[in-house]
Structures are given as C-alpha cells and as structure tokens.
C-alpha cells in the first residue's frame, strides 16, 4: 500500500471511487435519485477542478498494485469556532466498497492524523451524518469524540443533512 498526494490524473480514479463508495455507504441517508444521478464524467470535472486549485486542502491517495483504491481531503478546519492554525478538519475520506473493513481506512486516517501533527494542530475535527451509525463508530473507534455541536446543511446535495461533529486531540510533538 502507498499513500500520496493526489494529481490531476488520480481525478478520473477518485471519482469512480466516491460515486462508489456513497451510493453504498449513503442508500440510506440521501435520495437515491440523487445517489443514481452521480457520474463519473461530471464527478471526474469537478475533481479536476478540486485538484488544480490551489487552497489549503490536501488530497491524498491510497494505492495498491499501483491502482487507486480510496482517497482523503482534509485541511485547516472551515468552521467559525475553530481556533485558527490549530484545528484541522477531515472533509473526506472514501475507499472503494471492495476495500472496506480490512484497516485501509484507519490507515489514511493515521496518515491524516501524523500529518496533522506535524501542522502543529491541536486537534482535528469532522463532521458526518447523524444516522450513519457505522461511521461514527468508525470514527469513535480511532479516538474521535462527539463534541455535542450539530447542524443541518442542505448545499451539498440540495436537500438537508443532519450532521454531527466529531473532534479529536493530536499529540504536542515537542512540547
């Protein structure tokens, strides 16, 4: 397994694997409409467009056999209570469903946290649905608690999600 720094050319593979993985994980949680109406061809523009922007994000890739298999973006956090340069925020992380549950995700997941330390960030924050019960599991599993701060946001997908928000500390490298 390798993780690195997505390109341009990981878009194509990035969204085979996010079309993928949410009309898996997310049957439950979001129209299934919207879930069928996801394309490769317009999901693969928008990573293009992601990946050559410039921004304080990251995207990361995991590979095996030099295939792109999941992927990850997190930065510094977007939310307004966040103390700035010292919060980071996971914003995604898929793998694809043929990967799941054999540690891939707690490793980019590990990645993300390592390289947030060395950021300096005090913790790291996410944010994911309240009835993804499995996800939180997940989350809660690699040290991530919920913080009690909620919120219900219709701009992704053009319907409301309920979310909660999930934060963890880092280890002070030095201190």
């Known amino acids: 397994m390798t993780i690195r720094l997505a390109t341009t050319a990981d878009a194509s593979s990035i969204a085979a694997i996010h079309i993928a993985a949410w ?3 997310y049957a439950e949680h979001m129209p299934a ?4 109406g996801l394309t490769v061809e317009n999901r693969t523009e928008a990573w293009k467009h992601a990946l050559e922007a410039s921004g304080p994000g990251t995207t ?3 590979e095996q056999a030099q295939q792109v298999i999941g992927f990850c973006v997190y930065g510094p956090s977007r939310d307004a209570d ?3 340069n010292s919060t980071g925020e996971l914003l995604a992380i ?3 469903p043929l990967y799941w549950r054999r540690g891939l995700g707690t490793t980019m ?4 946290l390592a390289d947030g330390e060395k950021r300096k960030w005090q913790s790291l924050s996410l944010w994911v649905l309240t009835k993804n019960l499995s996800a939180r599991r997940f989350y809660e599993g690699l040290g991530f608690v919920w913080d009690g701060t909620e919120r219900t946001d219709a701009s992704l997908i053009g319907t409301p999600l309920h979310e909660v928000r999930y934060r963890r500390r880092l280890a002070q490298i030095g201190g």
């Open 60 to 62: 990361i890739v995991l």
């Open 23 to 25: 009309r898996m994980a």
């Open 33 to 36: 409409g919207f879930l069928k």
């Open 94 to 96: 898929n793998l694809h």
């Open 109 to 112: 997941c590990q990645y993300v």
């Open 82 to 84: 966040a103390l700035p």
